[in-house]
Protein backbone atom coordinates (compact mmCIF):
# COMPACT_ATOMS: atom_id res chain seq x y z
CA UNK A 1 0.00 0.00 0.00
CA UNK A 2 1.40 3.17 -0.65
CA UNK A 3 -0.23 6.98 0.44
CA UNK A 4 0.35 10.05 -0.25
CA UNK A 5 -1.31 13.57 0.79
CA UNK A 6 -3.30 15.01 -2.04
CA UNK A 7 -0.71 17.14 -3.69
CA UNK A 8 1.08 16.37 -6.99
CA UNK A 9 4.08 14.57 -6.54
CA UNK A 10 6.24 12.20 -8.83
CA UNK A 11 6.41 9.61 -6.62
CA UNK A 12 4.46 7.94 -3.50
CA UNK A 13 6.15 9.58 -0.74
CA UNK A 14 5.11 6.90 1.68
CA UNK A 15 4.45 3.49 1.57
CA UNK A 16 4.08 0.05 3.63
CA UNK A 17 4.14 -3.52 3.20
CA UNK A 18 1.37 -5.70 4.19
CA UNK A 19 0.96 -9.33 4.69
CA UNK A 20 0.85 -11.86 1.95
CA UNK A 21 -3.03 -11.98 0.94
CA UNK A 22 -4.10 -15.60 -0.80
CA UNK A 23 -7.29 -14.42 -2.19
CA UNK A 24 -8.44 -15.11 -5.92
CA UNK A 25 -11.99 -14.15 -5.67
CA UNK A 26 -12.43 -10.87 -6.71
CA UNK A 27 -15.64 -10.84 -4.92
CA UNK A 28 -14.38 -11.50 -1.70
CA UNK A 29 -13.57 -9.07 1.30
CA UNK A 30 -10.33 -8.11 2.20
CA UNK A 31 -9.20 -6.57 4.90
CA UNK A 32 -5.97 -4.81 5.02
CA UNK A 33 -4.61 -2.67 8.09
CA UNK A 34 -2.27 -0.33 7.11
CA UNK A 35 -0.03 2.12 9.02
CA UNK A 36 -0.02 6.09 8.56
CA UNK A 37 2.41 7.18 11.66
CA UNK A 38 0.59 10.14 12.96
CA UNK A 39 -1.37 12.43 10.23
CA UNK A 40 -3.39 14.43 12.29
CA UNK A 41 -5.80 16.30 10.42
CA UNK A 42 -4.69 15.09 6.94
CA UNK A 43 -7.08 14.02 3.96
CA UNK A 44 -4.72 11.25 2.39
CA UNK A 45 -4.84 8.97 -1.62
CA UNK A 46 -4.06 5.77 -1.04
CA UNK A 47 -3.18 3.33 -3.46
CA UNK A 48 -3.15 -0.45 -3.43
CA UNK A 49 -0.73 -2.15 -5.49
CA UNK A 50 0.02 -5.84 -5.93
CA UNK A 51 3.25 -7.74 -6.08
CA UNK A 52 3.58 -11.14 -7.33
CA UNK A 53 5.79 -14.13 -6.24
CA UNK A 54 9.00 -12.61 -8.75
CA UNK A 55 8.81 -8.96 -6.81
CA UNK A 56 6.77 -7.37 -9.72
CA UNK A 57 4.44 -4.60 -8.89
CA UNK A 58 1.32 -3.71 -10.64
CA UNK A 59 1.34 -0.13 -12.24
CA UNK A 60 0.28 2.97 -11.18
CA UNK A 61 -2.43 3.40 -13.56
CA UNK A 62 -4.17 0.18 -12.48
CA UNK A 63 -4.12 0.61 -8.98
CA UNK A 64 -7.28 1.37 -7.10
CA UNK A 65 -6.98 4.94 -5.63
CA UNK A 66 -9.13 5.96 -2.47
CA UNK A 67 -8.98 9.26 -0.72
CA UNK A 68 -9.25 9.03 2.97
CA UNK A 69 -8.89 11.39 6.15
CA UNK A 70 -6.97 10.48 9.00
CA UNK A 71 -7.63 12.11 12.45
CA UNK A 72 -3.76 11.05 13.96
CA UNK A 73 -3.29 9.41 17.50
CA UNK A 74 -4.09 10.79 20.37
CA UNK A 75 -1.13 8.24 22.04
CA UNK A 76 -1.16 5.39 24.48
CA UNK A 77 -2.28 7.29 27.65
CA UNK A 78 -5.85 8.23 26.83
CA UNK A 79 -8.40 5.22 25.18
CA UNK A 80 -11.91 6.81 23.35
CA UNK A 81 -14.96 5.55 25.20
CA UNK A 82 -17.02 6.96 22.53
CA UNK A 83 -16.46 8.37 19.03
CA UNK A 84 -19.47 10.26 17.39
CA UNK A 85 -19.24 11.05 13.39
CA UNK A 86 -21.99 13.22 11.78
CA UNK A 87 -20.92 13.04 8.06
CA UNK A 88 -21.46 16.11 5.55
CA UNK A 89 -22.49 19.47 5.74
CA UNK A 90 -23.23 20.11 9.52
CA UNK A 91 -26.54 21.43 10.30
CA UNK A 92 -27.83 22.89 14.01
CA UNK A 93 -30.17 19.94 15.28
CA UNK A 94 -31.06 18.44 18.54
CA UNK A 95 -29.95 14.79 17.98
CA UNK A 96 -27.33 15.34 15.32
CA UNK A 97 -25.75 11.19 16.38
CA UNK A 98 -27.30 8.18 17.46
CA UNK A 99 -27.23 7.95 21.40
CA UNK A 100 -24.27 5.99 22.53
CA UNK A 101 -24.28 3.85 25.58
CA UNK A 102 -21.40 2.43 28.07
CA UNK A 103 -21.34 -0.66 29.57
CA UNK A 104 -19.36 0.36 32.29
CA UNK A 105 -19.05 3.93 33.95
CA UNK A 106 -16.14 6.16 32.91
CA UNK A 107 -14.40 9.19 34.23
CA UNK A 108 -13.44 11.52 31.25
CA UNK A 109 -9.89 12.05 30.97
CA UNK A 110 -10.22 14.23 27.84
CA UNK A 111 -12.55 15.50 25.35
CA UNK A 112 -11.40 16.52 21.22
CA UNK A 113 -13.66 17.29 18.33
CA UNK A 114 -12.31 17.26 14.79
CA UNK A 115 -14.04 18.65 11.55
CA UNK A 116 -12.89 18.16 8.34
CA UNK A 117 -14.37 21.25 6.67
CA UNK A 118 -13.84 24.42 9.17
CA UNK A 119 -16.77 26.67 9.93
CA UNK A 120 -16.53 30.31 8.35
CA UNK A 121 -18.81 33.62 8.79
CA UNK A 122 -19.24 31.66 12.61
CA UNK A 123 -18.50 29.12 15.34
CA UNK A 124 -19.92 25.39 15.33
CA UNK A 125 -21.36 25.10 18.76
CA UNK A 126 -22.06 21.57 20.14
CA UNK A 127 -23.14 20.12 23.52
CA UNK A 128 -23.10 16.70 24.39
CA UNK A 129 -25.69 15.36 26.42
CA UNK A 130 -25.53 12.51 29.42
CA UNK A 131 -28.72 11.08 30.18
CA UNK A 132 -30.60 14.29 28.46
CA UNK A 133 -28.84 17.23 30.71
CA UNK A 134 -26.10 18.89 29.30
CA UNK A 135 -22.89 17.67 30.10
CA UNK A 136 -20.22 19.68 28.31
CA UNK A 137 -20.43 22.24 25.67
CA UNK A 138 -17.63 22.95 23.05
CA UNK A 139 -17.56 25.39 20.37
CA UNK A 140 -14.52 25.32 17.02
CA UNK A 141 -13.98 28.96 16.15
CA UNK A 142 -14.92 30.01 12.64
CA UNK A 143 -11.95 29.23 10.37
CA UNK A 144 -10.50 26.40 13.14
CA UNK A 145 -10.86 22.63 12.31
CA UNK A 146 -10.72 21.54 16.50
CA UNK A 147 -11.28 21.97 19.84
CA UNK A 148 -9.77 20.60 22.94
CA UNK A 149 -11.99 21.04 26.24
CA UNK A 150 -9.58 22.62 28.66
CA UNK A 151 -8.47 20.88 32.01
CA UNK A 152 -10.91 23.16 33.92
CA UNK A 153 -13.73 21.86 31.58
CA UNK A 154 -12.77 18.64 32.03
CA UNK A 155 -12.26 18.74 36.01
CA UNK A 156 -15.62 19.89 36.30
CA UNK A 157 -17.53 16.82 34.58
CA UNK A 158 -19.51 14.45 36.51
CA UNK A 159 -18.23 10.73 35.48
CA UNK A 160 -20.45 9.04 32.57
CA UNK A 161 -22.89 5.99 34.16
CA UNK A 162 -22.99 2.97 32.76
CA UNK A 163 -25.85 2.12 30.58
CA UNK A 164 -26.74 5.64 30.24
CA UNK A 165 -27.68 7.51 26.92
CA UNK A 166 -25.27 9.53 25.29
CA UNK A 167 -25.32 12.41 23.07
CA UNK A 168 -24.75 15.20 20.95
CA UNK A 169 -27.28 18.58 20.08
CA UNK A 170 -25.74 21.02 17.47
CA UNK A 171 -26.22 24.80 18.81
CA UNK A 172 -24.73 26.74 16.24
CA UNK A 173 -22.88 26.51 13.05
CA UNK A 174 -21.19 29.04 10.39
CA UNK A 175 -23.30 31.20 8.70
CA UNK A 176 -21.41 31.76 5.44
CA UNK A 177 -19.84 27.61 5.31
CA UNK A 178 -21.44 25.47 8.53
CA UNK A 179 -18.73 23.36 8.28
CA UNK A 180 -18.47 19.86 7.63
CA UNK A 181 -17.58 16.25 8.94
CA UNK A 182 -17.76 16.44 12.21
CA UNK A 183 -15.95 13.62 14.62
CA UNK A 184 -15.87 14.07 18.61
CA UNK A 185 -13.79 11.75 20.62
CA UNK A 186 -14.47 11.11 24.93
CA UNK A 187 -11.77 9.69 26.37
CA UNK A 188 -11.20 7.90 29.24
Not at 4 to 28: I, K
Not at 77 to 82: D, E, F, P, R, T
Not at 90 to 96: C, D
Not at 131 to 146: E, F, N, S
Amino acid sequence: MEFSRPVCEPTWPYSCDTTSLDNGNPLAVTTINMPTGNFVDEALVIAGFTVDVNGNESPDGDAPIREDWVFGAEGLSKVAGLVFQMQGTLGVESNAAQPLYLNRPVTVGDVKAYVQAAPTGAAITFTIYVGGAAWLTLTIPAGQTAVVATPSQIGALIEIPADTAVSIGITAVGTTFPGSNLSVFIYS
